[in-house]
């Protein structure tokens, strides 16, 4: 059998159900079978996601099952990236939809663009952008987002820029890491007609303990590429612009949508309202003081993670 053009790589922990549905979806995808193969990177699940990936049998995929103790999507993703036979690398997530087009979509534009070192396509969430009000989903609507849920590269550019940062253990900033790394090499182009759907989760108190501790990755990027998670964010002062937007800006949005609730959804509204003092006090006693006095110059040299040793303790490969 000839080797795969396209590697789909997809990180997974738990949720077996969701796992099962993204594995539809990409079987559904009118890209020739013969020309993709399809990875899926399990970080040491607790539940045993077998009976999803043999799944992909029965769908008529390309499949390789690898898992490795848990460590990350970074590296989780850098795990599918080692084993990959395509020269491109496709990446969603592991409870995303990407449409029937999705897949030739993101192939056609790097073949139109044999420059670009990769492509971003638009993310949308699955209610057409009308979040309730304890209500959020990651977003690309417009590009420049870079969303590894829906994006491409060239395997020799992955490979030339040591792939994720495995640094990064949260499902956070590891992305625009990787594409502020991947643009010193040339252009990522945008194509809005590569369309994934991703579900809109709760907005939760626990969300929200989870993304206090993102702005120390944040922060990193900051004193790495001069800009904070993207290029719009520009700052010759990392540590203080982190420290006033966490502790200012984002609790101050949830005010202000809680004032916007306060009439329709009263019981939302004072959610959002806790949860914004919550952050607020979180974000004074985790963030700040990281942020002030934290070693961030010592972590700007990023190593190569690809050449690391594979870690994973399992391999199945599903013939079609």
């Known amino acids: 059998m000839s080797e795969p053009r396209v590697s789909v790589v997809i990180p997974c922990r738990n949720r077996p159900s969701e796992v099962r549905r993204a594995l539809e979806s990409v079987a559904a995808q009118d890209f020739p079978r013969d020309q993709f193969e399809v990875l899926l990177c399990d970080d040491g699940s607790e539940i045993d996601l077998r009976p999803a990936v043999e799944h992909a049998q029965y769908l008529g995929l390309d499949a390789h099952y690898l898992r490795q103790p848990p460590r990350g999507p970074a590296a989780a993703r850098n795990l599918g990236i080692r084993n990959a036979r395509g020269s491109i ?9 990407p449409r029937p087009d999705w897949l030739g979509k993101l192939v056609a534009a790097l073949d139109s663009h044999p420059e670009a070192v990769g492509v971003e396509g638009r ?3 699955d209610n057409a952008g009308e979040f309730a009000p304890l209500g959020e989903s990651p977003i690309n609507p417009e590009g420049g987002v870079y969303l590894t849920c829906n994006c491409a590269y060239r395997r020799e550019a992955l490979e030339s820029v040591g792939g994720f940062d495995e640094t990064f253990p949260y499902p956070a900033y590891e992305d625009t890491d990787l594409a502020a790394r991947i643009q010193q090499m040339g252009e990522i182009v945008w194509q809005p007609e590569a369309v994934v759907i991703h579900p809109e989760r709760p907005l939760t108190f626990a969300g929200v303990w989870k993304k206090l501790h993102h702005w120390e990755y944040i922060l990193l990027m900051g004193f790495r590429y001069g800009y904070l998670g993207w290029k719009k964010y520009p700052t ?3 540590r203080l612009r982190v420290a006033a937007l966490s502790t200012l800006a984002l609790p101050l949005a949830k005010f202000r949508d809680a004032l916007k609730w306060a009439a329709k959804r009263p019981g939302a509204a004072l959610k959002l309202l806790l949860l914004g003092v919550f952050e607020m006090l979180g974000a004074l006693f985790i963030v700040v003081p990281k942020a002030l006095v934290g070693d961030y110059r010592r972590k700007k040299v990023r190593g190569s993670f690809l050449k690391l040793e594979s870690l994973h303790i399992e391999e199945i490969r599903l013939k079609r």
Not at 89 to 97: E, F, K
């Open 89 to 97: 690398i496709a990446m969603t997530d592991s409870d995303t939809q």
């Open 236 to 238: 010759r002062h990392p």
């Open 123 to 125: 993310v949308e969430a």
